[in-house]
Each structure stands twice: as C-alpha cells, then as structure tokens.
C-alpha cells in the first residue's frame, strides 16, 4: 500500500463513509471524493490497462484532463465507458470496472503487445494492412481477417446493448453575461457583471466552485482561500439574476455567442428524483462571455513516465488538500517550473515524505527555495528523471545531472526509493473554447504556452487562462473582465489581498529527457515521444497530419496534456520552433457529450407525430397503422386471422362492389386567397385555374422551375378570391414553402395569401357505386343527384348537424366524394357516414387497398413524381397548358427532358403469379447471376382483385413502345427474378365510365 | 448560427431553411431564351465572401428574408425582408399564345 | 350545435403529476377556444386591418412585432409582418372579421378547428417552455400580451404571453396530442396539475 487517506484534512465529509464498487471489490470513500481520490484513498494505483499496449496505468491528473484512468460506470445493464475516474462522483452503490482488459486489469493476455512494443509504432496499421495484397499476409484482405481480434484488442471501454431509460433535456439561456469556469477569476468576474439587473450565468464543470482556490492553500482578505471562495459563492447565489451551474461543462462556443454545456444533474446520485434528466443539455445564448477557464497542467516526457504512480504535480497537490488524499507516502518531484514547489510543501503539510524535488533547471527563484526547505527532502536542480522502476505500481526513479541547455546528460544514474512521482512540465492555459471562437492562439516565449486567440465574438478572458497566474492578478483580471462583459464601469473597491507564495510563472523550456525506454506523449492513445519522431522522419511535416498519422491528441481527452509536449518534440525532430510548427485549431466538445444529451427527447414516445381527428376510431376498429412521414394512418382494417394481402383484397372487393371509406385527412391543403388568387394558381400550375368556376375543383400539376413534376392534387375554388388547394400528404410542407416563395421573392406585387389548413378539415373519402346513395342517406341541405353535384362539383350543406363541404372527385376510379367538415367534427361525421353506410355494407379501407385501386387506374403518387420524371414520362402532358407560361413551361421542352428513350410510366403484369415488389429493375434478359441490364423499376406493386393478378406500376425506358412486350422484374437482394408483361398503366375502367358514372 | 428576423429578432439557425441564391432573376415569362432560363436555374457564383441569399423563417413568421452572409466566416452583415428588396417588375400578364 | 372534440383525447389526464416534492410548477389546460382566426393584410393595409380587428372583435392591436393585446374573453397577437392571430372563446369571430374585411384590405382564414390551445401557467412556466423553444421568455423580452412564433422540432407553435408566468401555446391540431405528451413529460420535473 502506497497511497493512502491522509489522517486529517481535505474537504470530504469523514462523517460520512460511502460504498461503492471497482471490478467486483467492494470500497469505502467519503461524501466529496471522486472515483479517482477514493480509490486513491484505498490504495489503488492502477486503474487501467493503456490502449495500444495494455500497459498498466493510474491516475494521472484530478479533473476533466485525464488521459489515463478512464473506466465503465455500470447502471444496472447500461454502461457507460470511458468516464474519467476523477469526474466521477461516489455515491452508495456505484459501479465500476476497468477497461481494455483480459481477463482481468491484474493479469492482462493483450500486455503481450507491450513486449512486441516496436511493431506497434506509428503508422503500424496503415503499413500493414491497407493497400493491394501482396502475399498472404498483407493488404486489405488480411485486415479483414485480423480485424476482429484487434478490434477486441486494441481501444477503450465497451459500449453497452441496453437500452439507455435515463431522461436526457434539453435547455435553453439567454444572458447578458456567462462566466465560464468559477477559480477566482470566474468568481470575481460573476460578482461584477451581476450589477443592474444584469443576468449573469456561472458555469463550473466541477461539483464544487472554487477552481484553485479549493486547494491552493493561499488566503484571500484574511481567510483561507477555499472559504472565500464559498462566500463568493453564497453571495452569488443569493442574487436573483444569477445562475449557478455546478457540473455543468461549457463544451462548445458557435457562432452568435451561442454556447453549448452539459450539466450533469444527477450522474453523482444514486436514484433520480420523478422527472428529473440525468444529463441537461444548455444551449446559452449570451450577450458577452467571459472565459476563466484556467490552465490545464502538463507532463514532462521521460522515459517510464507512465508508471502508476506518475502523477501530475498539481494533482497530487489537491489529492492532497482538498480530498485528503496522499498520492503516495514517499514523494519525489520532477519539474522545469516554480509551481512544483508549493505542491511539494502541501504534500509535507498533508503528511507525505519528500524524497527529492529534482528541478531540471540549474537556478530557481528564493521563493521556491523556501518551499523546498519547507517540503524537506534533497533539492537536486540541474537533473532529470530518466528511468523510473515498478510495473504496476512505481518503486522508485532513476536520475541524472541535465544540463538543459545542451539536453546533455552525464554522471552515473542515481536510484531514489518512491511510491509517487509528482511531475510538472509547466501550464497551457484552457483556450479551447477561445480556439473555437478566435484565431489562431498565440505562442508565449516566457510561459511556454500558447495563449487566447484574437476574439472573432464578443468574450472576454482572465486568469491563467489569459496567462495570470498568480490569484492576485486573477481577481483584478476577472473583476475587470466582469465588469466590461457587462458594460458597467470598473469597480473602484480595493481589491482583495492576497497572501501567496512569490513564485515565478515561467517555466523553462524543456519538455522531453531524452534517454532510452519508451517515453509517452499521448497516454490515452499510447503516443511515444518516438512514435512523433518517426512520424517526421516519414515526412509528415504538418502538426495535422501529425496528429492524425500518429492520432496524437485524438483520444476522448483530446490532448489536453499531450498537445503541446507533442508539439514540442516535433518542433525539435524538425529543427524549428514551436510557434513556426504551429497547433491544430480546438474542436468542439471540449469535453465528453453523451449522445443521448444531443438527441434528448426527440426519440422514442416524444418522437413528433401526427395524427388525424379520426385515429381514436381507426385504433379503435382494428385499424393496423402505418407511419407515412410524420403521420400515422391505417394500413389495413384487418379481420382476425386476415393477412393483409386478404384485408386489402377484401377492403378493395367491397368498395368496387358497393361502398367504402377512407381517411383523406392528411392530404395537404392550402387557403390561398386574395385578387390576384386565380393569376397565382395558373402561374404555379401547368394548367388554367382562371377559367375554374365557383364551387368546381380541378386536378393540378405543377412543375419545379427545371421542367420535372412536383406535385399534384385538385384545387377547388370556394368563391371568387378564394381557393382550396390540395398537395399529396407527403409535400404538403414543401408546396407551401414553394409558394411562399414566388410570392415572397418572384411575384412581390402578386396579391395573395396562402395558409397551411391541412390541421382545420377532417376528409373522408366515401366510394364505390353505392357511395352517392350513403351521401343521400345523410346529407341536409343540399341534393347530391348528378345534376346537383356532377363530377368535380362541390357542395355545401350539413351531416349530423355539423357544416360539411363536399366535392365529388375519384382517388379509386369509383363514384366517390371528398366530405369535409371542421376536425373537431371529423369523427362525429365520419361515424353518420359510416352509420348511413350501414345498410350498404360500408367498410373503412386502409392504405392498402387506396393504393391497389390507384395501381389499378394508373394514377400517379410520390413514387412516380419522384423527381426526376416529367409531365410526359407520366403521360401528363395533356395537362400542360400552351396558353400560358406557369412554373417550368420554359424548361420542360430541353432536348434531354423530351428524348424518346426517357423512362415512362407502364403497367406490368406478373407472368409467374407471384408478388411484385416496388424496387425491382425491369431487364430484359434475365440474368440472376449477374444482374444487369435495368431498363426501369417498379414503383408500386400490389394484387388485383378486379383483374386476378399481380400487377405493378413502372417506369420503364422507352415503356409506352413496350405495351405488350415481355420483360423481367430483377430483383437481387430479395432474390425476386421472373417475366412480367409490360402493359398500358390503365389497366381498369380506362374510360372512367365508372367515376362519371 | 443566429439570424436577426426582422420581424422575430435574433432566431436560431433551425427555425430558417435555405431557400438558395437571392442573386439571381427570373427571366420574363414569357422569354424563351434557353440561355437566360438556364443561367437562373443552375448558374451560381459560388462567392467566396459576401454572399446574398433567402432564407426562409419557416419556423417563426414564415417570410422570406433576403440574407448578406459571408461564406466564410458566417457573419451575417444584412438581413432584409426579401419582398422588399425583390425588383418590382411590370406584373407579368399571360400573353396569349405564349410558347415557353 | 355539435361539440368539437379535443384532439388531446386519453393523453389529457386531469389532476396532479410529476415530482410531488416539488409542489405545482406548472399548470397545464387546454382553453378550447370557439374561434381562431388568422387575418392578413396587404403590404401597406396594415393600419386598415388593426382598425378592421378592433371594429370587428374591439382588441386594438399594437402596431408592432409581436405585439399583442388580451381582453376577458379575446386576445390577439401579431404573428408575422401585417398578420395576425385572433383567439375569441365564443365561435364566429372568422365571419365577424370578413365582414369588416374587405378583400382590399386582406384575407381571414378560420384555423378554429386547425389549431389547438394549450396554456402552461405557473412560477415554472419559463423553465418549463425553455425545454422546447429556443426563445427568451423573461418578462423583459417577452412582455405580457405579446405574441412569438417558433419551432419545437417539427412542432410550429405560436405563443402569446398572456399573464406574468402564463403562457397560451397554438400548435397544429394533428400535433396536439403528441406534443401534450411532450410538454407533460417536460413539466413532470417541476410537478404539474392537469385541468
């Protein structure tokens, strides 16, 4: 046992003991820690197996960084992989494991690959398995074959199979100021932009707000830094237009200052509260920004430094004071800055021996002399680490004289006995999210670090995010920072003092020891400092390629402590400098986002649909429904023991032979209304509407601008400025948006209205030759006889005391009426009609059998209108008006649009009395083998109760010259091959004699 | 992605859909000019820059808005209704016998 | 005179739901109105419309984006330049409007049936509302009387503020029943009282 609970201190609540689980073994934490400090507590070094080499790894940092210790929260059967063990909060009862592990984190088959370490370098995929196959080992073929077992081998945790039940929201904020991040600068930056009502939101991806004054162990105005941070907080939260956000993580910055941040609202509990999401997903829109998001420490590169046991000085540093926890119980620390040293003396403070403080430069500042002999242990400056000792868990370190100026090192390794080591290569300030809303970040010589960007949006930086690192000039910059976001006037209130170390910011500028062993950059995707160098020596000379060859930085921590170092050694391996090597811009998320919080509550039950007025009764009535786009319409009405083959067969004999009716309800219908009305329609249509009489419809056609067929439906005209236009169910949105369009931008002096009224009627479409006797049955107020009512009439009167408007048009071929009325009233109508019916043996029909009797009449739907098919491919082109120009006519006329080969709509009828599928190619040889040949597809299939076949729809090249001719249907991935006829499209009453009937 | 609506103020990018081009012109008619037909309906400049374009809030007010964004940074430096800006042309009347 | 049914069908559940620790955040009605009425007017009529809808229903409409005005039984809110929606609990305001509208003047479009209203009130009707739309309900932006259109996904829906923490919401008819559901699911966090 190495690390271990301190005996006193820290912020957890000792009173308090929690039990949670790590790969099946039970452990006890305390209220406030994390995975990673509990397990620490418990003497847990190694967490994880690394995924390239499975070599053993531990914690490396304490916040959103690591790279390291990821493993699989379990809730009942759902997993979540690869969550950082230092964002996780315990709670009793949580369950977690290891990952990229067999058969167990302790003894691991893949830590094989780590002795076959050189095969594995950068590139070892690509070289081996892509390209042309050359022998039996090699190529794309052979990838295919290794791909399973390396897929299992290599990577991070497993995603789960379960269905996920958390609830996951979406939110949306608007503010004048956001404060992302609350360490004392977005403490004091909140404080001042809350000032006239200003609204103020302060986002913290931690439990707790406070940022480094939880653990730096300054004091601020006379109390310790990490109460006064409390006291920021209590007053900011009493202030009624600021929004405190706990473990909320602002992860993406768009453009129009709109932020986008995960809370997690109850990952930390053990049982959710009725209604409360998991995760709530932010989208805030702020009138400025301030970006306090402080600096993310960095690792040196030496060889071994992955070692559990390695961990970050700063981390190691707040383990300490703000959980209680020691990383180790004999420390050595291993840095190029003056940060180090405050670390060192927290850990002595805590409990720790200090080994060593090895400082690889050769002079450092009096302040941190002073630490040193505060922390104790041998202060050996001018060295390096250069090897380090254990497996599983670090035993101690080897060390060197360095002379950082030549990188030269000399005299013999010296062993030192430790359980921990505490490096520190220096900060990068946390400028993602300036990267993301900036240019490109710039190269700061004496802090070694890349700061902010030139803003492209309106926020505002400070504290060592801006590169202030020292809490005094935090406080001023976010005080100041605050108060500009805000627009009011800088506060004249002394600021507050602080007592803090004097330390110097400015690391020196070292970032690898180069010595032999395998020294990781990037430990989430196993990087070496070696792999980078390769990399180079290939000629990848761009920091992007780079990163994608060796896919540095590219792991779900996205390099916040690979970045620069890699950066660094590839400057060196190129002779250049950092800034001339130049970095890769930062990407959204800037943190882990579950997808469950981007798709929130548009799936499943709260998925969008829409249904009719009559949908109760279909349901209701045995009704199989069917989603047609957002609509929910019945398929069939089907009898018990029916298939739907004999439900629709039997719903279509019934409405040929005596009377059925169908839900219309969802067929788009526009009001278009105003003076210049009937000139709109005729401009949009292919055929005259102007010439349409009061209380007629009319079937339409319109066109796009480029000649090919949109939409069709029928038009009514109500009175003399105002119509009722039909689209198809399916276009009904794109009609409108087309012609709000010419209206809005083409024809600006057109006098007209249009408004979507799809949602104001209930249509039921009654047919079949007993239709107009139902209609009589129950119809007041107006006759319904031929004379009263002739084809495309529309009447008005009254069924079952409700106001009804009828015309008289034929989907089926049949005699048969559209019945309108208000939706409210749809249902009580449809149940007169279907009582009045009654007696005539009435049945509702599906889509099913509505589409068997339009393949039977050759009418055309989507299927056919799909885009690519003109007025004449479909055998509309007596539709299209020579006395006006509309939408198209000057187009549709193109050499292409007119050949003789086009394809055009045809019947086909099945030779071999099986089922045709809509899909299939028409060929004229057949060749199951080898498909081939497609002369045209079927779009629409079904049985034909009045002809005794199967039929289909198709369009076929050339198919008006093929009428009697023989083909085939091919169809291979439903293995559908056999002869069909290719017949006229009208294959039933071509007359329509019935319909006028 | 936010545009300025002039009639809804400042509205997310989801309430709008690209209606294309705002820098084109329908030909008249009753033009049968297959040059001018086919520059309106495929020529694009493709700007790199400054770019006039519809966009319709068809999730709020539902009107056309003629848009300068510029296609490479998003900045959106004009929105106007696009009725407004539409060149009022001589209301074309269908002349009779008309071939397209 | 036959009753419009309500599109909300089993999905309207009267009486309390959601976190009984959290009280009643929100509570959820729908107001079935008698009349719902678009009116419109032509580019430059829009001074002759507002004097048209104050003649024939007595609201007088600002003349303004958004703006709205709420009486005891009416209310009416701007939802696009030169378009309004009017909301009368009794029935008939469609043939009210086109008596006082000429066609000169613009156009009337009953939506009584089409358009269904739901109204959210109560001290968490802001969070609640902010689930779904991406616009600033505070009182300062969206003032009481005035009127918002916008999107919840496919779900186009105009809103009118007509009380401090009270909210009427016009959607779609066909869309009612799944976005009841919706909203309801969303409430349940706060806890919320169906009537």
Redesign the interface.
């Known amino acids: 046992m190495s690390a271990g609970r301190a005996p006193s201190g820290g912020r957890i609540d000792r009173a308090r003991s929690i039990r949670f689980t790590f790969d099946g073994r039970s452990y006890s934490g305390h209220a406030g820690d994390t995975l990673a400090s509990a397990l620490l507590a418990n003497g847990v070094s190694m967490v994880a197996r690394s995924f390239k080499y499975h070599r053993p790894r531990g914690v490396l940092s304490a916040g959103v960084d690591e790279p390291s210790a990821l493993v699989t929260v379990l809730r009942g059967k759902v997993r979540e992989p690869n969550v950082p063990a230092t964002q996780i909060e315990i709670f009793d009862g949580l369950v977690t494991e290891s990952q990229n592990r067999f058969p167990s984190l302790d003894f691991d088959f893949g830590a094989m690959n780590s002795l076959a370490g050189d095969l594995f370098s950068a590139g070892f995929y690509y070289k081996t398995f892509m390209g042309p196959v050359i022998g039996p080992l090699r190529g794309t073929r052979f990838w295919m074959f290794c791909e399973w077992f390396i897929r299992r081998a290599a990577g991070l945790g497993r995603a789960g199979h379960e269905r996920d039940p958390a609830r996951y929201e979406r939110m949306n904020a608007f503010c004048d100021v956001l404060v992302v991040g609350s360490g004392p600068a977005g403490l004091a930056a909140a404080k001042a932009a809350a000032v006239g009502g200003k609204r103020v939101i302060l986002a913290e991806q931690e439990p707790v707000l406070g940022g480094s004054a939880k653990w730096s162990g300054e004091t601020i105005d006379g109390i310790e830094a990490a109460e006064w941070a409390s006291a920021r907080e209590a007053e900011l939260a009493g202030m009624p237009d600021v929004r405190l956000l706990p473990r909320t993580a602002v992860w993406g910055y768009y453009d129009g200052n709109t932020l986008a941040a995960l809370e997690r609202v109850n990952d930390h509990k053990a049982d959710a509260a009725p209604g409360e999401p998991r995760h709530r997903h932010w989208t805030i829109r702020a009138g400025a920004v301030v970006l306090a998001t402080g600096a993310f420490e960095r690792p040196l590169v030496f060889p071994g430094n992955d070692v559990p046991g390695v961990m970050l000085a700063g981390a190691a540093e707040r383990y300490a004071v703000e959980y209680g926890v020691l990383p180790g119980r004999r420390i050595v620390l291993f840095t190029n800055n003056d940060s180090t040293y405050r670390a060192a003396a927290a850990l002595r403070r805590a409990g720790a021996a200090i080994a060593a403080i090895i400082d690889a430069r050769r002079e450092i500042s009096a302040g941190a002399r002073q630490l040193a002999q505060e922390a104790g242990g041998e202060l050996l400056t001018g060295h390096a680490v250069v090897a380090t000792s254990g497996r599983k868990a670090l035993s101690g370190i080897s060390v060197q004289r360095y002379d950082a100026a030549s990188e030269v090192l000399s005299g013999e390794p010296r062993q030192i006995e430790a359980d921990c080591l505490a490096v520190s290569g220096g900060w990068s300030p946390a400028i993602h999210l300036a990267s993301q809303a900036g240019q490109a970040p710039q190269w700061d010589e004496r802090l070694q670090a890349f700061l902010p960007p030139k803003p492209t949006q309106n926020w505002i930086g400070a504290g060592a995010f801006d590169g202030a690192f020292t809490t005094r000039e935090t406080i001023a910059e976010g005080t100041a920072a605050g108060a500009t976001a805000a627009g009011a006037r800088a506060s004249r209130a002394k600021p507050p003092e602080v007592e803090a170390p004097e330390l110097d910011a400015a690391p020196a500028p070292i970032f690898e020891i180069k010595a032999k062993g395998k020294a990781f950059v990037d430990l989430q995707h196993d990087v070496t400092a070696e792999d980078v160098r390769l990399a180079h020596r290939e000629g990848f000379v761009s920091v992007e390629h780079l990163k994608r060859y060796t896919t540095l930085g590219m792991a779900t921590d996205q390099g916040k402590t690979s970045n620069v170092p890699g950066l660094a050694i590839m400057a060196d391996a190129a002779g250049k400098s950092i800034p001339e090597v130049g970095t890769t811009r930062f990407r959204p998320p800037f943190s882990s986002v579950p997808l469950g919080a981007l798709a929130a509550e548009r799936h499943g039950d709260l998925k969008p649909e829409r249904l009719t007025p009559m949908h109760d009764w279909h349901v209701e009535n045995g009704a199989r429904m069917y989603t047609a786009g957002l609509w929910l319409r019945p398929q069939i009405y089907g009898l018990p023991g029916e298939t739907v083959e004999q439900a629709y067969v039997r719903e279509t004999r019934t409405v040929r032979d005596g009377v059925g009716i169908v839900d219309v309800s969802t067929l788009g219908k526009i009001a278009v209304q105003g003076p210049d009305a009937a000139e709109f329609l005729d401009r949009v249509y292919t055929n005259l509407f102007s010439t349409l009489p009061v209380n007629k419809a009319r079937y339409g056609l319109m066109l796009r601008e480029e000649g090919i067929a949109f939409d069709d439906g029928t038009t009514w005209r109500l009175a003399e400025h105002e119509f009722l236009m039909t689209t198809t169910t399916a276009n009904a949105g794109k009609v409108m948006q087309h012609l709000e369009y010419y209206l809005d931008t083409v024809w600006p002096e057109l006098r007209v209205h249009v408004a979507s009224v799809t949602d104001q009627w209930a249509g039921a479409a009654l047919s079949g030759p007993k239709s107009r006797e139902v209609l009589a049955a129950c119809m007041k107020g107006t006759a319904v006889g031929d004379d009263a009512l002739p084809f495309m009439g529309i009447v008005h009167g009254e069924i079952a005391d409700v106001p009804v408007t009828v015309c008289r048009l034929s989907f089926s071929g049949e005699l048969a009426y559209e019945i309108y009325c208000g939706a409210g009233h749809g249902i009580h109508v449809w149940e007169a009609l279907m009582e009045a019916g009654e007696p005539f043996g009435i049945v509702p029909y599906g889509l099913e059998a509505l589409g068997t009797m339009r393949i039977e009449k050759g009418h055309v739907t989507g299927a056919e209108i799909d885009g690519r098919t003109t007025a004449r491919d479909l055998h509309l082109d007596w539709m299209l008006s020579k006395r006006k120009p509309f939408i198209g006519s000057a187009m549709m006329d193109r050499e292409g649009l007119v050949a003789p080969d086009r394809i055009q709509l045809v019947g086909v009828v099945s030779l071999d009395n099986r089922a045709l599928n809509g899909g299939a190619h028409i060929v004229e040889e057949l060749d199951p083998e080898n498909p081939r040949g497609s002369v045209g597809h079927v779009t629409a299939a079904c049985y034909s109760p009045v002809l005794g076949k199967y039929i289909g729809l198709a369009l076929v090249k050339g198919g008006k010259a093929r009428h009697g001719t023989r083909a085939h249907v091919s169809d291979p991935l439903r293995k559908r091959f056999g002869p069909v006829e290719i017949v006229s499209h009208h294959f039933f009453d071509p007359e329509g004699s019935r319909m006028h009937g | 992605m936010l545009i300025t609506c002039p009639y809804c103020g400042p509205r997310d990018l989801a309430e709008f859909s690209y209606q294309g081009d705002a820098n084109r012109t329908r030909p008249d008619p009753a033009s049968t000019d297959p040059e001018a037909w086919n520059a309106y309906v495929y020529d694009r400049a493709n700007t790199a820059g400054d770019h006039r374009e519809y966009w319709q809030h068809s999730g709020g007010c539902r009107v056309h808005l003629a848009v300068t964004r510029n296609t490479l940074t998003h900045e959106i430096k004009d929105v106007a209704l696009a009725r407004d800006g539409a060149v009022k042309k001589p209301s074309a009347r269908r002349k009779t016998g008309a071939k397209a | 005179?036959?009753e419009?049914?309500?599109?909300l069908?089993?999905a309207h559940r009267p009486g309390r739901h959601?976190?009984?620790?959290?009280g009643i955040g929100v509570t959820l009605s729908e107001t079935r109105p008698g009349s719902i009425v678009?009116a419109?007017g032509?580019?430059g009529a829009e001074k002759a419309l507002i004097a048209a809808i104050r003649k024939a229903t007595g609201l007088a409409l600002p003349d303004g984006?958004?703006g709205g005005t709420t009486a005891k039984s009416r209310s009416a809110f701007g939802?696009?330049?030169g378009?309004f929606l009017i909301v009368d609990q009794a029935e008939g305001a469609a043939e009210a409007l086109r008596a006082e509208i000429p066609?000169?003047t613009?156009?009337v479009?009953?939506?009584?049936?089409?358009?269904t209203a739901l109204r959210i009130a109560g001290p968490k009707a802001e969070w609640v509302l902010?689930?779904f739309?991406?616009?600033?309900f505070?009182l300062p932006?969206f003032p009481v009387s005035a009127g918002?259109?916008?999107?919840h996904?496919?779900?186009?829906t105009q809103i009118q503020r007509t009380g401090e923490d009270q909210f009427d919401l016009y959607v779609?008819?066909?869309?009612a029943?799944?976005?009841w559901?919706?909203l309801c699911?969303?409430?349940?966090?706060?806890?919320y009282e169906v009537r």
Do not use: C, Q
């Not at chain 3, 918002?148 to 999107?151: E, N, P, Q, S």
């Open positions: 005179m036959v419009p049914v309500s599109p069908g089993p959601g976190n009984p620790a959290s678009e419109a032509w580019p984006a958004g939802i696009a330049p378009k066609i000169e613009g156009t479009t009953d939506l009584s049936h089409g358009r902010a689930k739309y991406a616009l600033d505070s932006a918002r259109a916008t999107v996904h496919d779900i186009f779609f008819r066909s869309f029943r799944g976005f559901t919706t699911h969303g409430a349940e966090e706060v806890g």
